[in-house]
Structure formats: C-alpha cells, structure tokens
C-alpha cells in the first residue's frame, strides 16, 4: 500500500512558477512510476506528466511540454513537478498517483494510488 501526500499548490499570476512536491510512504517507491494529472471544475481528470520508477523516463502531455518538469528523488520518496509560464488554463487541481508499471502512463484508470490533490490557480 502507498500512501501519497501532494503539497505546493497556490495562487500565482499568469506566467509564474510553482513546484508541487508528492511525497510517498509505504511500499518500494522507486519500483512505481509517478504521474501527475489534474482535474479543472467541470472537466475530466487529465494527463500531465510522468516518471518512470528509477526516473529515466518521462511523458508530457503537448500542453505542458516545455513548460513542465518532473522529476524524482527515491532517497527521500519525493516527486517535483516544476512548472513554469503558468497560464490561467493551468488552474485546476492537481494530483500524483503512482503505478507499478511505466507504459502505458496516460490513463488514469491504471493508476493504483492516488493522493488528495492539491489546487493551483492561475490568475489573468
């Protein structure tokens, strides 16, 4: 069983930064991939970005491509998301979710854990 814990969320002008941290307890951390998807008011839960366990590879989404990074520290259970030139169609909120394999990594239904989330805002 992992547990996981999303912090780092906040209000921040269109292009801004924020780095959202996941940290993660219980279970071998580096044997999941980490994803990172977000769900904005009224819409489905969408794909952003994701790291394979030992962090050789990612995946994003075309619209965070060069805006976004992940990446992860297993020493201390940690996944970042760095994210910067924020758009107000950025706001939403924003989860990690861990899986024991790395492909596929777009679909949300294959994810087995997922944190609580936690909301960015992107103001005009």
């Known amino acids: 069983q992992v547990q996981l814990a999303e912090s780092g969320g906040g209000l921040v002008q269109a292009g801004g930064s924020l780095r959202l941290s996941c940290v993660a307890s219980?279970?071998?951390?580096?044997?999941?991939?980490i994803g990172w998807f977000r769900q904005a008011t009224g819409k489905e839960r969408e794909f952003v970005v994701a790291?394979?366990?030992?962090?050789?590879?990612?995946s994003h989404a075309d619209s965070v491509k060069a805006r976004f990074t992940i990446s992860r520290d297993n020493a201390k259970n940690m996944v970042y998301l760095q994210m910067n030139n924020l758009k107000p169609e950025d706001t939403a909120v924003y989860y990690c979710?861990?899986?024991?394999?790395?492909?596929?990594?777009?679909?949300?239904?294959?994810?087995?854990?997922w944190g609580q989330g936690t909301q960015v805002t992107v103001s005009s």
């Open positions: 979710a861990a899986k024991p394999r790395w492909a596929p990594v777009r679909l949300a239904s294959l994810y087995d854990y």
């Open positions: 219980g279970g071998t951390f580096g044997d999941y991939a």
């Open positions: 790291i394979s366990g030992g962090g050789g590879a990612t």
